[in-house]
């Protein structure tokens, strides 16, 4: 019987391998999400199989209420939305982590005390760590992506060295745990440690920078479900969370490469707020306004576009009528792509879900390394709602907060039209050099707006 | 827990974890976000300390509850997860 169960762990942690192999293909990418579930679903069998005594009604409604609150948020979230969706799983994991090995702690307290050797305090202790901390930060994340609470990092003096006294309260009691493991009061000392410094790594860190955020938290979900596996010597629950454990790391590393920055420097936080001090002096940029009709006849006469989206273009909802002005361009037999800079977007390949949506083929949209040397012999690049990722300052001014972050390289195409509101800031809160650049249009208005008033006009000069 | 069981449980844990760094850093950008709800859905596999956790009959009925608490966290994880990730890879289309 065991021996059925744990093959029953070794196929389903064999399903999540491949099916994560499979979505390293766009077409086969939804094969692999499938056989990732069908892989769920046997583990979960196979531990209900397990348990001698079932107490089915309580499991049953936990699981219903449970696949209840996940299916209805899950058909109900806009794209737009899926960062925060992302952070508030997140949280949900480590929470559920957090929440097992407290169970499993009370539940060996009160019958075998015996059993919580060295090695079992130690799973419990990381467990209760990384779990609680993954829970508080994905709040922290969640309440910020959703504007709940301010995106500006919130710093005060003294808050490394805080932090530093907390993980060092954290080891005393951790130690004192070890020298008398009946005792509940350590283990909460441990866990109000722990939910603390969630709170504290996150609030530091500036809206912009939440892509590293919640790319790292979804790495300790991972860590706090293999932590988990380590108290249950559970092969199946250390498999798949190292799995996510590596994902997360990967896609963090991928999202400080894209901004130039290193991950301490992430963590350390306050990034928008020293930007905003330094960004206030220098000239003004003086800019050349287009209006919708030269916009349309630029676009009708390109032979070549590329289209900068950036997270400004889905919060104006211009996507679908984007789609609307790249049929009228293939009308015209115009080369129509978009180019994604790795942290266009809230979270690492937002852009390309937002485009998705509003059918634009996948085909279509080149990352920044591939498109990056088309742009100089592009006839017109639109940007819309994006700004620091097409600032030339990130190349060529050192005193700039963004310099060495790479760039899309709008400014060599023969023309750039920008779509923008109005003379703001990027998100970084620099000032964009490219919108005083002699080849550079500024469009103001709504994106929505002004982008239909364009495609109508094409369509009157077809 | 004996020394030579946890040895074997992290020849698994580095294992997986250098076979997750080899499979996802070919994953392609443009999939990145359904990477990343797909990811949170697996590590929705807590679903199974969970599960084990709350079947305690009678002992202590904060551990039980503790469990049950984890069970509904976990299966929204995982629910959520698998369907919205699949909502997504539903939209990726080539024409």
Same mark, same amino acid.
């Given at each position: ?32 999400n ?36 996940g ?23 480590g929470l ?20 919580l ?31 709940k ?9 003294g ?5 530093l006294l907390?993980?060092?309260a954290?080891?005393?009691?951790s ?7 009946s ?9 109000v ?5 969630g ?12 892509p ?31 799995l996510?454990?590596?994902s ?7 999202m ?10 992430v ?13 206030a002096?220098?000239p003004a ?28 273009m ?31 977007g ?22 920044m ?19 620091d990722v ?15 972050m790479p760039?899309?390289?709008?400014d060599k195409?023969r ?16 000032e ?15 994106a ?7 495609v ?7 | ?8 449980? =992290?020849?698994?844990?580095? #294992? ?10 070919? $994953?392609?950008?443009? !999939?990145? &976000?359904?990477l ?15 599960l =084990?956790?709350?079947?305690? #009959? ?10 049950? $608490?984890?069970?509904? !966290?976990? &299966? ?16 990726f289309?080539?024409?």
């Amino acid at each position: 019987m065991t021996i059925g169960i744990e093959i029953a762990y070794l196929i389903a942690s064999v399903l999540f391998i491949i099916g994560i192999k499979y979505l390293g293909k766009t077409k086969d990418a939804r094969k692999g999400n499938v056989i990732s579930a069908v892989g769920m679903v046997i583990a979960i069998a196979a531990t209900l199989f397990t348990l001698e005594v079932l107490t089915l009604l309580e499991i049953g409604i936990a699981i219903l209420v449970g696949s209840a609150i996940g299916l209805y948020y899950a058909q109900k979230v806009a794209m737009t939305k899926i960062p925060e969706m992302v952070a508030l799983f997140n949280g949900f994991g480590g929470l559920a982590s957090f929440a097992v090995a407290l169970s499993d702690y009370y539940f060996k307290r009160d019958t075998d005390l015996a059993s919580l050797d060295a090695i079992n305090l130690t799973s419990i202790i990381v467990s209760v760590l990384i779990g609680a901390v993954t829970f508080t930060g994905s709040m922290v994340a969640y309440l910020k992506l959703d504007g709940k609470v301010s995106g500006q990092p919130i710093t005060f003096k003294g808050q490394h060295l805080l932090n530093l006294l907390l993980l060092i309260a954290f080891v005393a009691a951790s130690v004192l745990v070890f020298l008398d493991p009946s005792q509940v009061n350590y283990i909460i000392i441990l866990i109000v440690i722990s939910l603390l410094l969630g709170i504290l790594t996150v609030i530091p860190i500036g809206g912009a920078d939440m892509p590293v955020v919640i790319s790292l938290l979804n790495s300790y979900s991972g860590m706090a479900a293999c932590a988990t596996g380590f108290i249950l010597s559970n092969n199946v629950l250390i498999v798949a969370g190292s799995l996510v454990g590596a994902s997360g790391i990967i896609l963090t590393q991928i999202m400080c490469k894209a901004m130039n920055r290193s991950l301490v420097n992430v963590l350390l936080g306050g990034f928008g707020q020293t930007v905003a001090a330094g960004g206030a002096d220098g000239p003004a940029v003086v800019v050349k306004e287009i209006g919708v009709e030269e916009t349309a006849m630029l676009f009708d006469s390109a032979s070549s576009v590329i289209v900068v989206p950036g997270y400004g273009m889905a919060v104006a909802q211009a996507q679908h009528v984007i789609r609307e002005l790249m049929e009228q361009c293939e009308k015209r037999n115009i080369n129509f792509r978009f180019a994604i800079h790795p942290v266009a977007g809230r979270m690492p390949g937002h852009m390309n879900v937002l485009l998705a949506e509003a059918n634009i083929s996948y085909d279509k949209l080149i990352e920044m390394d591939d498109i990056n040397d088309d742009f100089s012999n592009t006839d017109l690049v639109f940007v819309v709602g994006a700004n620091d990722v097409v600032n030339p300052a990130a190349r060529t001014n050192p005193q700039s907060p963004i310099f060495g972050m790479p760039i899309l390289n709008a400014d060599k195409a023969r023309t750039v039209i920008v779509s923008k509101r109005s003379m703001g800031k990027g998100y970084a809160g620099v000032e964009n050099e490219l919108f005083g650049y002699p080849n550079c249009l500024m469009l103001f208005g709504d994106a929505k707006q002004t982008i239909t008033k364009v495609v109508s006009e094409m369509k009157d000069m077809a | 827990m004996s020394i030579s069981a946890l040895i074997v449980l =992290i020849y698994v844990l580095v #294992l997986a974890s250098y076979l997750g760094f080899e499979l996802i850093s070919k $994953v392609p950008p443009t !999939l990145h &976000t359904p990477l990343m709800s797909g990811s949170n859905a697996i590590s929705g596999i807590t679903i199974v300390g969970a599960l =084990i956790a709350s079947n305690e #009959l009678g002992y202590s009925t904060l551990s039980k509850w503790l469990g049950l $608490v984890a069970l509904v !966290l976990a &299966t929204i994880n995982v629910v959520g997860g698998y369907v919205v990730t699949d909502r997504m890879l539903k939209m990726f289309k080539k024409k």
